[in-house]
């Protein structure tokens, strides 16, 4: 709690800063173009992202029934929110899976188990983002949407491997024994010499059983077509509503779109493929930069910025508050 905090800290002053670079050109103008905004397209924005919430919590509570049918939708969705908040407030969006596998541990599921399901429901996301990378580059390829950024497709095509590398990691970690067993010998090594591990050989043999354990989980999901088909259809259109939410917007600021669904959902991918490797909460800087950049080769200002803040709120910063609120109210929160 005391590195969300800092985070926290670093996030707000990030943001200011982001905000007064983004409006000081032209103040007036941006926030006059921000009161005209339709009501009804930002709720449907807003829509779209409580229904891309509802949808990553359904395929969270796929994989969770395979292993206890105690644990509620509604408590998983909870979670859901919760998560939006740890991994809005921590670099490469990795408080978040922690958190939600101590709340499944409160919820009955044993670690094991607990970071299994979450590592299983990773593993189809990153499956899902990097499939969406490879149709982005596709159809950039094929109709060279943005051909004075040409800077920006190596950032992409980082952001693509970093993603790639994340995923195969996963894979092995997940079905070689072999890889996992040795991590485990080295990291017990060094824990040992720090004087984090007392006893190195009690600490191998019990995090051995835990891994055998979590291998077993894995090769049961990759096994069943069944529900690892579903998780992927899942992601999709989760991901598929996530991008598409600055085609609604511009509806709601301008009365229309500048540009169609697919260049808009292009966009937002090569966006979200840059974040991914920028090391501060919530890709905040670089996600606003690409941003600019991609949506700029339509986009002309004021338009451009107020798009951009009202879609950094809509994406990123919502989720951020309702996630603290629905921690302030979370029963195992305290302990």
């Known amino acids: 709690m005391k590195k969300v905090k800092k985070h926290s800290l670093i996030l707000i002053l990030i943001t200011l800063l982001i905000l007064f670079l983004v409006l000081k050109n032209d103040f007036n103008g941006i926030v006059k173009l921000m009161f005209k905004i339709s009501f009804f397209w930002f709720g449907v924005s807003a829509l779209i992202m409580m229904v891309y919430w509802l949808l990553k919590t359904f395929s969270l509570l796929l994989i969770v029934k395979k292993y206890s049918n105690k644990i509620k939708f509604i408590d998983l969705f909870k979670q859901t929110l919760i998560t939006q908040f740890f991994n809005g407030v921590t670099p490469f969006s990795t408080g978040g899976q922690p958190m939600e596998i101590y709340m499944l541990t409160k919820n009955g599921l044993s670690l094991p188990l607990a970071t299994n399901v979450i590592m299983q429901n990773f593993i189809a996301y990153q499956i899902v983002l990097i499939l969406y ?132 959902i292009v966009s937002s991918a090569y966006i979200l493929l840059i974040g991914s490797f920028v090391p501060i909460p919530g890709g905040t800087g670089g996600i606003e930069y690409g941003f600019i950049k991609f949506f700029g080769c339509f986009i002309v200002e004021p338009s451009l910025s107020a798009l951009l803040l009202i879609w950094r709120f809509i994406t990123y910063y919502l989720g951020i508050i309702i996630g603290a609120i629905s921690f302030t109210f979370y029963k195992g929160g305290e302990k």
């Not at 096994?223 to 598409?244: A, D, P, R, W």
């Open 133 to 264: 990378g490879i149709f982005a580059i596709i159809i950039n390829y094929k109709y060279n949407l943005f051909v004075s950024i040409s800077i920006m497709k190596k950032f992409v095509f980082l952001g693509f491997l970093i993603n790639t590398f994340v995923c195969v990691g996963l894979f092995i970690l997940s079905f070689s024994k072999k890889i996992s067993n040795c991590i485990l010998n080295v990291a017990s090594k060094i824990g040992f010499k720090l004087g984090l591990i007392k006893n190195k050989n009690k600490f191998i043999q019990k995090n051995s059983n835990i891994l055998e354990e979590f291998h077993k989980s894995a090769k049961l999901f990759i096994n069943n077509k069944g529900l690892f088909l579903k998780e992927i259809f899942l992601n999709i259109i989760s991901l598929t509503l996530y991008y598409s939410i600055p085609f609604f917007l511009m509806i709601s600021l301008f009365g229309k779109s500048n540009i169609s669904i697919l260049t808009t």
